[in-house]
């Protein structure tokens, strides 16, 4: 076994404790290095485990909408990273912003539902609006460098 099984094979939490979330000799693609897409992710995992708490009879309706929507987000991110065109770039991050403005709508709805507190509501509102404010701000640097602006 190479150093490399050692690494895999260190826990989770001596891994965190190192700085070493992965091991070091895996590529860390582009959209892993945007801080949108950071929030983003632990703005999904904040979203799976509040709809934990949700009513068992809303597994396949709110439960299901807000994490896939939630998870549509970062998604949507590293796809459109993926791509060439700066205008596909665009468009993919459109959609990232547009399922954040759908999770905001579901997250407003569990509150009138009393599915979530005023204080957990406000946190995921606060995520929510940092994240589609640096979503339009990356929108907009993609369709500059379509229009030759860089």
């Known amino acids: 076994m190479g150093l490399g099984g050692l690494v895999l094979n260190l826990s989770k939490p001596l891994l965190n404790l190192l700085n070493l979330s992965k091991p070091f ?60 065109n700066p205008k596909d770039k665009a468009r993919f991050t459109e959609i990232a912003y547009s399922s954040a403005l759908e999770l905001l709508n579901q997250l407003i709805i569990s509150i009138d539902l009393e599915y979530i507190s005023e204080e957990n509501y406000l946190k995921i509102r606060i995520e929510i609006e940092e994240i589609t404010y640096m979503l339009d701000s990356l929108r907009k640097s993609q369709l500059k460098s379509v229009d030759g602006v860089s």
């Open 25 to 84: 000799y895996m590529k860390t693609y582009s959209f892993e290095k945007l801080i949108v897409w950071q929030k983003a992710r632990k703005l999904a995992v904040v979203i799976y485990k509040t709809t934990r708490e949700f009513p068992k009879d809303e597994l396949f309706g709110m439960t299901s909408q807000m994490r896939r929507c939630s998870i549509s987000i970062p998604s949507n991110i590293a796809e459109g990273s993926g791509r060439q």
